[in-house]
């Protein structure tokens, strides 16, 4: 069975820094894209950052670009999201993703069957 567990959230100041890590097991991730969600009150779920199963591609919404940073630990079976220059606009629960099937990164959350529990990122002004 996958599970995905999500750390690292927490309360930090606008222009801080957080990381937050994903870490699977139940399935390794060196054959499958992952991405990382966002959804704040009111709002769908947003994909912010994915990474294709060998890292070879890796997609970033305009609102992190240059300011976020996804990667994948192979042998930690863990994938991160360093955010750095955060702003109140990024406060959000963020969640982890992994499809049953897929090399390529996927845009829309439908994609993914299995998610973290996520973990909450509240950005002060």
């Not at 982890?96 to 990122?121: F, I, S």
Request: charged residues 15%.
């Amino acid at each position: 069975q996958v599970q995905l567990v999500e750390s690292g959230g927490g309360l930090v100041q606008a222009g801080g820094s957080l990381r937050l890590s994903c870490a699977a097991s139940g399935r390794t991730f060196s054959s499958y894209a992952m991405g990382w969600f966002r959804q704040a009150p009111g709002k769908e779920r947003e994909l912010v950052a994915g990474i294709s199963w060998n890292g070879g591609y890796i997609y970033y919404a305009d609102s992190v670009r240059g300011r976020f940073t996804i990667s994948k630990d192979y042998a930690k079976n863990t994938v991160y999201l360093q955010m750095t220059s955060l702003k109140p606009e990024d406060t959000a629960v963020y969640y982890c993703a992994l499809p049953d099937a897929g090399l390529d990164v996927l845009l829309h959350a439908h994609e993914y069957e299995h998610w973290g529990q996520g973990t909450q990122v509240t950005v002060s002004s």
